[in-house]
């Protein structure tokens, strides 16, 4: 049978933890790899209704791009929701392993994903990251690269909706913009408000990230560029893409246990209109 160490060592080829970011918190979160996984749960998020659907499932391995410990608990109390979570995990002999921003700058991870979502061409990446410690090929956060036909702010606009599935989304753009021509695009997977200098860099004509504050966008309009924001959750990708890539694996090496995609949905937001 295969244990979730196989697996890790596997993955970890893809996207090696050394090209995360120096405050993430990858790899093993909760959990013995060392045990058989039978049936296997990708996901965005490690929520409790996330949770409560892989005990349902019979999951023993959790595979998330979102950790679940970004901060260390201060105390095991279960009254508290997430402390009941890690619970919940551990009691059900539950191992859960995320692969976050090493997975965001890997060469095909999530900003590959996202570009090819969009039919991007002629891409490149946006945050260069220097080379992948295993290949020695050039690795980077976020892509840019060409629209196949250029498109009006609001043509753009309405193309990520449905590109992305959301109901709402959050459009930064300069008035004296509104009649420009978006044919080069800048993307980076969740939150990449920091790096928008990048994207002019790069001659992007809009850029398109989450979670983007105020003040940032005050400082994007003034530098005339348009920004999507259709929130953090179009990461969403990876569930079904990271299912992809491990029953790829599975083929490569005769590997038996069963690979689900969550169905639960952890965007937190209501887009509310009048």
């Known amino acids: 049978m295969t244990t979730g160490t196989e697996l890790i060592n596997r993955f970890e080829k893809f996207a090696n933890p050394r090209l995360a970011e120096k405050w993430d918190h990858v790899g093993l979160q909760v959990g013995n790899p060392d045990q058989p996984i ?20 019979k999951v023993d391995f959790i595979f998330a791009h979102h950790p679940i410990m970004f901060h260390p608990a201060k105390d095991l109390d279960t009254r508290n929701p997430q402390n009941k979570m890690y619970a919940k995990l551990l009691a059900n002999n539950i191992t859960v ?17 996202l570009a090819d979502k969009l039919h991007l061409r002629k891409t490149s990446s946006l945050v260069p990251a220097g080379n992948d410690p295993l290949s020695n090929e050039p690795v980077g956060m976020g892509r840019v690269g060409e629209l196949e036909n250029g498109m009006s702010v609001q043509e753009f606009t309405d193309y990520c909706m449905n590109t992305f599935q959301v109901k709402g989304l959050r459009l930064i753009v300069n008035p004296l913009d509104k009649d420009k021509k978006i044919n080069r695009v800048a993307v980076l997977g969740g939150s990449g408000q920091e790096f928008y200098q990048q994207a002019i860099e790069n001659g992007a004509d809009a850029y398109i990230t989450g979670d983007v504050s105020y003040h940032f966008a005050h400082d994007m309009i003034a530098n005339h560029l348009v920004v999507v924001d259709p929130g953090h959750h179009i990461e969403v990708i990876a569930a079904h893409k990271l299912a992809k890539l491990i029953s790829q694996w599975q083929k490569e090496n005769n590997w038996q246990f069963t690979v689900m995609e969550s169905h639960v949905n952890t965007e937190p937001f209501t887009f509310m209109v009048k």
């Open 38 to 57: 039978n049936r296997l749960m990708t996901t965005l998020d490690v929520r409790p209704e996330t949770v409560d659907e892989a005990i349902q499932k």
């Open 97 to 113: 392993y995320a692969a976050h921003t090493n997975l965001d700058t890997a060469n095909g991870g999530m900003n590959d994903w």
